[in-house]
């Protein structure tokens, strides 16, 4: 799913007017329309007050015409319009009139902030005072409102954005952005609910199909995507009949050392369990044992190294090579590292330890082998490439990054975004119950195992990131996000990959590959 910019939106807005031939106010009319549904679904003519805070643009012009929806259909609705400035949009002044025709009433008029009403817990606000629109920080009273409206415990839902929030830029921390419980967002969701800063003010959100011109979508270029069950639906390659294990690859894993040879059992174990035709772990001497006795199906080839890896002969042509889950970055293992990088020529897959090694000698990075992945955490992307003010910072370095040396980077969090280029891909799966040792392991297992198995880096990488997350997902349902642990993720992952295909009634039966 795209996610495009507010500047998009709008002009999405206009073309949908010219194409369709409808008035700014027939869209509007559509959007409240598809809105006012929803919520009735939900309230089912519930007496709760409703409160709904109207801006005096175009956000609040949807507020008040779902405002006269409500009322119409026998709702306990009271109307606020934040009076911040004498400019109003024309749809705001059709809806404001349109309001007074079914309660004989003009909405109340907030001018400071004396004028705020009582609001009990029990109230369900929608906040309508700002949408894309938004063009600089809110200030004075309008951002005591935000301030106050955060401070009642009643349920706010968002219209198409928390007020305050920017779709597509970054804020000063201390900004005024209304905390939502739910956010009723249109045609594509935006950046900033993704991103770490911003992404908690939404709630959770749904995006609305409000009918916006296909083509202008078709045609608009997306700040990014979202890689969505759908997405990864079309990503997924079903497997031949008449196919033998040479058909889908071999991982080498270059992972592991004393102390650490759980990251190269998880890694492995990740790379057979997503489904290569082959895995066989590069490892120090001493992790034999632990590495045959874990995974009877993964190979293994030992390093002269007893407790880390020290060197590095080829033991297997075309492999694909997933380096540095737990390797630290001992003098031996460095130059063990730059062997191995150096000689392979197709895409490998670098995570950990690996990627510390490349920033302590960054003249490494010239012999990755183009489109190869590399996975940092934030520790490691900052020793990559340095310090960031913010999240779209965080963006553009990574793209520059991925640009200058030909790499695609999975920036991991929770949406962990892929960046190929220019291109952004944000993953929609996952859970706080990931945030646990060796996850990150795993990942790059299951990446390496769909380079392995012909996937393009670039599928192979959001592929992977959305099953990882979808793995999580599905474990969650019985291990709740405390009692996650990576090995329980990575036995979910056959799993995940059904439930791509699975329709909601089945969705329940999922059980872990033991
Ligand atoms: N996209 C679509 O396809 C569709 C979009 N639709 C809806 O339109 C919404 C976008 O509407 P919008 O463009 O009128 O902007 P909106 O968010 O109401 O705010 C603008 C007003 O706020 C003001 N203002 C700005 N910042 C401020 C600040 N910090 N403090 C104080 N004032 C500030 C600004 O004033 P100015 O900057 O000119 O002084 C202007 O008056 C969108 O979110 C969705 O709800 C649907 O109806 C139809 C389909
Ligand atoms: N709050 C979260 N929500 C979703 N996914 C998360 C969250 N925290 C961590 N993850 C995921 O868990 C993995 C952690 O990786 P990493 O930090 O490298 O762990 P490790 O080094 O222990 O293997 C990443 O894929 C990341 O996206
Ligand atoms: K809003």
């Known amino acids: 799913m795209k996610i495009l910019s507010a500047q998009q939106l709008a002009e999405a807005d206009l073309s949908t007017i010219n194409k369709q031939q409808i008035s700014s106010n027939d869209l509007m ?124 415990k009643a349920f706010k839902v968002a219209i198409d954005m928390p007020s305050g929030l920017y779709a597509n830029t970054a804020h000063k921390t201390d900004d005024a952005i209304l905390q939502a419980d739910h956010t009723f967002t249109f045609q594509t969701p935006k950046l900033s609910f993704f991103l770490p800063e911003t992404g908690q003010y939404t709630g959770t959100f749904e995006v609305i199909n409000i009918g916006l011109d296909p083509e202008y979508l078709m045609a608009a270029a997306p700040i990014a995507q979202l890689i969505t069950r759908e997405a990864a639906q079309n990503m997924y390659q079903p497997r031949e009949k008449f196919s033998y294990k040479g058909d889908y690859g071999h991982v080498l894993t270059f992972a592991g050392s004393k102390g650490k040879m759980g990251a190269a059992v998880l890694c492995a174990g990740a790379a057979i369990n997503a489904g290569a035709g082959k895995v066989t772990a590069y490892i120090p001497e001493d992790g034999n044992f632990i590495m045959q006795s874990s995974l009877p199906e993964v190979m293994t080839v030992e390093s002269e190294g007893e407790e880390y890896i020290t060197d590095f002969k080829n033991p297997i042509e075309n492999a694909v090579l997933c380096i540095g889950p737990g390797i630290g970055v001992k003098k031996y293992t460095c130059s063990a590292f730059a062997k191995a990088v150096k000689e392979q020529s197709t895409p490998i897959v670098i995570d950990a330890d690996g990627i510390q090694i490349l920033a302590k000698h960054p003249e490494l990075i010239k012999d990755i082998p183009k489109d190869s992945i590399l996975t940092p955490h934030d520790g490691e992307l900052k020793k990559l490439i340095g310090e960031w003010d913010n999240s779209y910072t965080r963006l553009e370095k990574a793209q520059e990054f991925s640009k200058k040396n030909n790499v695609i980077l999975v920036l991991k969090g929770a949406h962990t975004i892929t960046v190929a280029g220019s291109g952004q891909y944000v993953n929609s799966t996952g859970n706080p119950g990931m945030a646990t040792a060796g996850s990150g392991d795993v990942l790059s297992g299951i990446i390496a195992s769909f380079l392995a198995q012909g996937y393009d880096p670039l599928t192979a990488a959001a592929f992977s990131v959305y099953l990882h997350g979808a793995s999580g997902d599905l474990a969650s349902q019985t291990y709740a996000h405390e009692g996650l642990k990576a090995s329980i993720i990575s036995n979910f992952i056959g799993s995940s990959i059904l439930q791509l295909f699975r329709n909601p009634a089945q969705e329940q039966q999922a059980q872990p590959q033991s």
């Open 29 to 152: 009319e559509r959007v409240a329309t598809l809105v006012f549904e929803r919520l009735h679904q939900r309230l089912n003519g519930s007496p709760v007050p409703v409160k709904i805070f109207c801006g005096i643009g175009n956000n609040g012009g949807d507020g008040l015409a779902i405002a006269r929806h409500m009322i119409q259909h026998g709702y306990h609705v009271k109307v606020y319009v934040t009076n911040c400035s004498k400019k109003r949009s024309p749809d705001f002044l059709v809806n404001y009139d349109r309001i007074k025709d079914v309660t004989n009433e003009w909405p109340v008029l907030l001018s400071c902030k004396e004028d705020f009403p009582e609001i009990t817990p029990q109230d369900f606000i929608i906040d309508a005072i700002f949408g894309t629109g938004i063009n600089r920080p809110v200030d004075g009273w309008m951002a005591d409102l935000i301030v106050y409206l955060n401070s009642v």
